[in-house]
């Protein structure tokens, strides 16, 4: 049954990536300094059209222009938040999709009080770890180290179907296994390598897919989001044969997510419902 349910999603996850491919989704992000370099080569590797624009003075036209946003607070400032609620507010009213990345969600109070205010503006989708996920449950202060976990994404299924009970978001809470729940459903992705988790922004750059594959099936978050994380992990995988480290992963990962084809993805695809 296992078998039969990973091909299955193998072909959805196929399918998400071959949309990205042939549609080519405009996805604008606004995402943290350390991030930009990765996310907008994973978006461009995947088939996507990155737009790393972030001022409140361009996203009154642009937004507008988008398949996807995408907003990560990674390095978060006071200047760049209200262009983050401004971008939040123009998707949600024209119906666009967007996702968000709660980076360090519990790290400070200003930085918890910014994430829970861009929910209020009913994202599509947050991506978090277990910590960040839990802070965002429970709006409480500290629990997280820094920008990592200090729980395992096992810890956090509950809080991550409670917040998307009360977001309306599909959430989805990194970790050995990705968990993803629209608050009722809940499924598991198994892919990745764990020398993934030593190239800073591999997160901020999966929440970048998880956008571009939601951009072209908003009504479907949940299957897309799953799909998407699998499928980076699927070419982290790949990546890991020929790499020697971090440094070269990251090379190979882009190489491996822009070169995947459908029997990598059919049988490589590790998805099963929990």
């Known amino acids: 049954m296992e078998d039969g349910e990973e091909r299955e999603w193998g072909a959805k996850a196929w399918t998400y990536l071959s949309s990205v491919r042939s549609l080519s989704p405009l996805i604008q992000c606004i995402t943290n300094f350390v991030s930009m370099d990765l996310t907008a080569n994973t978006l461009l590797s995947a088939g996507a059209s990155p737009a790393m624009l972030h001022s409140p003075n361009e996203?009154?036209?642009?937004t507008p222009q988008v398949n996807a946003l995408y907003i990560n607070v990674g390095t978060l400032s006071d200047n760049w938040l209200p262009a983050m609620e401004l971008a939040a507010q123009l998707a949600s009213k024209l119906n666009k999709p967007w996702v968000l990345d709660p980076v360090a969600a519990g790290a400070s109070r200003f930085r918890l009080k910014a994430c829970l205010d861009l929910i209020s503006l009913k994202p599509t989708v947050i991506r978090g770890n277990a910590?960040?996920?839990?802070?965002?449950?429970?709006a409480s202060f500290p629990s997280t180290k820094g920008v990592d976990s200090s729980h395992d994404s096992?810890?956090?299924?509950?809080?991550?179907?409670?917040?998307?009970?009360s977001s309306g978001a599909v959430v989805a809470v990194s970790g050995a296994v990705d968990f993803?729940?629209?608050g009722n459903r809940i499924v598991g992705a198994r892919n990745g390598v764990s020398?993934?988790?030593k190239?800073?922004?591999?997160?901020?750059?999966?929440?970048?897919?998880?956008?571009?594959?939601?951009a072209t099936d908003p009504s479907h978050a949940m299957e897309a989001t799953a799909s998407a994380l699998a499928v980076f992990g699927v070419a982290g995988e790949l990546g890991m044969e020929?790499?020697?480290?971090?440094a070269?992963?990251?090379t190979h990962l882009i190489d491996s997510l822009h070169g995947l084809d459908q029997t990598a993805v059919i049988s490589g695809v590790k998805i099963t419902a929990i």
Do not use: H
């Open 154 to 165: 096992t810890d956090a299924v509950e809080a991550a179907k409670s917040l998307a009970n």
């Open 195 to 197: 020398m993934m988790q």
């Open 242 to 246: 020929t790499a020697r480290g971090p």
């Open 131 to 138: 910590s960040e996920i839990i802070a965002l449950a429970k």
């Open 180 to 182: 993803v729940t629209d």
């Open 59 to 62: 996203s009154p036209d642009f």
């Open 199 to 214: 190239i800073t922004a591999t997160g901020c750059a999966v929440t970048a897919l998880i956008a571009a594959f939601v």
């Open 248 to 250: 070269s992963l990251r």
